[in-house]
């Protein structure tokens, strides 16, 4: 429906889990044989949060770790590269937790901001909207009669 038709309802989120990936460089050369056997008892060289794509082609390995703000472990996906140790997860889903505490206070404050509007204060902001669609289509349109198009008052609405 749309805003006109009826008052929009709020989405109920109660469970957000937050993703968080992490590019993962070892400290091997590359040579390794028996790489599965030494990568359980090493520990990564680095971990890099949010990685950028060339991070992500110069890393070992990617982990992304979905953690909620209730500290519950969401999801695990590893894909491609060496082996990683289990502590360097578990320490990627400890920075994935407190990633997920900030994303998830920023959500709430805006929900909050955004239920703080009455709905009569968002339905004339879809109408200001609309009307200011209206008049850019008119006036990005040819006018066969050359008449002056003016841009919507906002406070007529």
């Known amino acids: 429906h749309s805003v006109y038709e009826r008052e929009p309802i709020p989405l109920p989120i109660s469970h957000t889990p937050i993703p968080a990936s992490f590019a993962i460089f070892n400290n091997s050369n590359g040579n390794n044989v ?24 110069a890393s070992d390995a990617s982990v992304t770790v979905a953690v909620n703000q209730h500290g519950e472990l969401c999801g695990v996906h590893k894909i491609g590269g060496c082996g990683v140790s289990q502590r360097c997860v578990l320490e990627c889903a400890q920075v994935a937790y407190g990633r997920a505490l900030d994303v998830v206070g920023m959500l709430d404050a805006e929900l909050r901001r955004a239920n703080s509007l009455s709905s009569s204060a968002l339905v004339t902001t879809a109408v200001e909207a609309h009307a200011l669609d209206l008049w850019q289509e008119a006036s990005n349109s040819n006018n066969s009669n050359n008449e002056t198009i003016r841009k919507p008052n906002n406070s007529a609405y």
């Open 34 to 57: 028996n790489a599965a056997a030494e990568t359980a008892e090493t520990v990564a060289a680095a971990v890099l949060l949010d990685p950028t794509e060339l991070e992500l082609g």
